[in-house]
């Protein structure tokens, strides 16, 4: 494994039967509004990324998604930016930030620098 310059820990979210009943959910960032996470639950699979489209912060929660070519994308919902489920890339020069995620013991964790919860973080402007 190449060491990790970044301080991400693995995240507990949830149990897996029931984070796999909704296609996306929101995940809290402790870090705020911009660093907030979606968990994508498609075809048996989750994806984590970053919840705000990084064109203009369009919430990708809200966004359709589609496989074309074996390839799972969100389209975000505010101007249609495609983004790759697995990688982030999309087919604009933009990339959306993913998270690794890992099931474990019956639990979703979200590899993330910032404590995440399906909570609102109370303290917390948004």
């Known amino acids: 494994d190449s060491i990790m310059n970044d301080n991400s820990v693995e995240r ?26 979606c968990l994508f639950y498609v075809k048996g699979e989750f994806f984590a990324l970053d ?13 359709d ?7 799972l994308k969100v389209f975000c919902p505010w101007h249609d930016y495609d983004f790759d489920l697995r990688t982030g ?10 998270y690794e995620v890992k099931l474990e013991d019956g639990n979703v964790f979200v590899k993330h620098a910032s404590q995440l919860s399906l ?8």
């Open 12 to 37: 507990l979210i949830g149990p897996t039967a029931e984070l796999s009943k909704k296609r996306c959910r929101l995940v809290y960032s402790s870090l705020g509004y911009d660093a907030d996470v």
């Open 51 to 63: 919840a705000r489209c990084a064109h203009s912060g369009g919430p990708l929660c809200d966004g």
């Open 65 to 71: 998604i589609e496989e074309a070519d074996g390839v």
């Open 89 to 98: 890339e999309s087919g604009t020069s933009l990339q959306q930030q993913v």
């Open 119 to 126: 909570q609102p973080f109370a303290d917390l402007k948004r």
